[in-house]
């Protein structure tokens, strides 16, 4: 029997000293590792599970720093430059542009807008900027602006609706529902349109709205409407007539609500009536253009008939006629005041339009 001889075997002190550390060292890992063994047991993972799961996050964690790196020395963007160029070298740049939904908007300044990304590669296109710009536009109250690949821009426009003209000191102006100016027109042009007027008008339109809504009926016969003071409304309708509102939303609509009523009755507008005043509460003033002059004028014609007459019979040679005379003076004087009572209290029935 062969027999192996080791040399340079180690001794028993070397050989003791080996064990007590292997001791020492699967001492300490139960010690230390317990805790840490009672958490990977928690878990509903088996360990080849979690290995992948801690192979998968140190991956996540270097591409998240690569990423920051290459963000820093600006390869994303070189990289979508380069990408944007390839795309326009195949053809998917903008060559054409598509406007839709417009009907009074000028599409010249909508392509205006919109050429200015011709033949930029379609990456590149802003859309939301360009939207942006389009809202800047008068007559348009929406728009969307997508991509038609590989070479067209499709523009869609939702435009505002004329509502009304708005009467200003040098011109007059096309507004919308919300006051919002659309473009200057010409007076032929808004002669079938509502006409506002007076300092901050535009600012009251919807106010008005619903003012008119009120009275249905009056509604289509209302043909001006003036903002009196920065407080009230003086509607003028197609007959030249006009209506003195109260102040406030309620008074002026209930007022309104009673002439429309008033007018389907006794058939105010069309007569002879120029202004109704309802200013006042449960009362309309009414005037009627010339009564007073009218009248100033018939009772002017009969005082001097009277004041002949009087002339006459003292020419007579009357026994009274000092007597007389004096009595034709005073009824002179006394015709005299018909007149101007006539007068004043005409001018205490004309209201002023304020």
Same mark, same amino acid.
């Given at each position: 029997?062969?027999?192996?001889?080791?040399?340079?075997?180690?001794?028993?002190?070397?050989?003791?000293?080996?064990?007590?550390?292997?001791?020492?060292?699967?001492?300490?890992?139960?010690?230390?590792?317990?805790?840490?063994?009672?958490?990977?047991?928690?878990?509903?993972?088996?360990?080849?599970?979690?290995?992948?799961?801690?192979?998968?996050?140190?991956?996540?964690?270097?591409?998240?720093?690569?990423?920051?790196?290459?963000?820093?020395?600006?390869?994303?963007?070189?990289?979508?430059?380069?990408?944007?160029?390839?795309?326009?070298?195949?053809?998917?740049?903008?060559?054409?542009?598509?406007?839709?939904?417009?009907?009074?908007?000028?599409?010249?300044?909508?392509?205006?807008?919109?050429?200015?990304?011709?033949?930029?590669?379609?990456?590149?296109?802003?859309?939301?900027?360009?939207?942006?710009?389009?809202?800047?536009?008068?007559?348009?109250?929406?728009?969307?602006?997508?991509?038609?690949?590989?070479?067209?821009?499709?523009?869609?426009?939702?435009?505002?609706?004329?509502?009304?003209?708005?009467?200003?000191?040098?011109?007059?102006?096309?507004?919308?529902?919300?006051?919002?100016?659309?473009?200057?027109?010409?007076?032929?042009?808004?002669?079938?349109?509502?006409?506002?007027?007076?300092?901050?008008?535009?600012?009251?339109?919807?106010?008005?709205?619903?003012?008119?809504?009120?009275?249905?009926?009056?509604?289509?016969?209302?043909?001006?409407?003036?903002?009196?003071?920065?407080?009230?409304?003086?509607?003028?309708?197609?007959?030249?007539?006009?209506?003195?509102?109260?102040?406030?939303?309620?008074?002026?609509?209930?007022?309104?609500?009673?002439?429309? =009523?008033? $007018?389907?009755?006794? &058939?105010?507008? *069309?007569?002879?009536? #120029? !202004?109704?005043?309802?200013? /006042?509460?449960? +009362?309309?003033?009414?005037?009627?253009?010339? =009564?007073? $002059?009218?009248?100033? &004028?018939?009772? *002017?014609?009969?005082? #001097? !008939?009277?004041?002949?007459? /009087?002339?006459? +019979?003292?020419?007579?040679?009357?026994?009274?006629?000092?007597?007389?005379?004096?009595?034709?003076? *005073?009824?002179?004087?006394?015709?005299?005041?018909?007149?101007?009572?006539?007068?004043?209290?005409?001018?205490?029935?004309?209201?002023?339009?304020?």
């Amino acid at each position: 029997m062969s027999q192996t001889i080791r040399r340079k075997a180690s001794g028993a002190r070397k050989a003791a000293a080996r064990q007590g550390k292997a001791r020492k060292v699967n001492a300490a890992r139960a010690r230390t590792g317990s805790a840490f063994d009672a958490v990977l047991e928690a878990l509903p993972f088996s360990d080849e599970q979690l290995h992948r799961i801690f192979v998968a996050t140190i991956l996540a964690l270097a591409a998240i720093a690569a990423w920051i790196v290459a963000s820093m020395a600006g390869l994303p963007a070189l990289a979508g430059q380069q990408f944007a160029a390839v795309a326009a070298d195949a053809g998917f740049a903008v060559h054409r542009v598509d406007v839709r939904g417009v009907n009074h908007l000028n599409e010249l300044k909508v392509y205006e807008k919109a050429l200015a990304e011709r033949d930029a590669a379609m990456p590149q296109v802003d859309l939301e900027r360009l939207r942006d710009e389009l809202l800047q536009l008068s007559w348009v109250e929406d728009a969307r602006v997508s991509r038609q690949l590989p070479d067209t821009l499709v523009i869609d426009i939702v435009e505002r609706k004329p509502h009304a003209v708005l009467r200003k000191p040098d011109r007059l102006v096309l507004i919308d529902a919300q006051g919002h100016e659309l473009e200057p027109v010409s007076s032929r042009a808004a002669r079938d349109r509502l006409v506002i007027s007076g300092p901050g008008a535009g600012a009251r339109v919807e106010d008005l709205t619903a003012l008119l809504d009120a009275a249905p009926a009056l509604k289509p016969q209302v043909a001006e409407a003036e903002w009196v003071g920065n407080r009230r409304w003086n509607l003028k309708f197609g007959t030249g007539q006009v209506l003195a509102l109260p102040e406030g939303e309620k008074q002026s609509a209930g007022a309104l609500i009673a002439f429309a =009523r008033l $007018d389907g009755v006794n &058939r105010l507008l *069309g007569g002879k009536v #120029a !202004a109704f005043d309802m200013r /006042a509460p449960d +009362r309309i003033y009414l005037r009627v253009p010339g =009564r007073t $002059d009218e009248e100033a &004028r018939a009772a *002017g014609a009969a005082a #001097a !008939a009277k004041a002949q007459a /009087a002339a006459e +019979r003292a020419d007579a040679g009357s026994d009274g006629a000092g007597s007389d005379g004096v009595g034709s003076d *005073g009824a002179g004087t006394g015709k005299a005041t018909k007149p101007e009572k006539a007068a004043a209290s005409g001018r205490a029935g004309q209201r002023d339009n304020t």
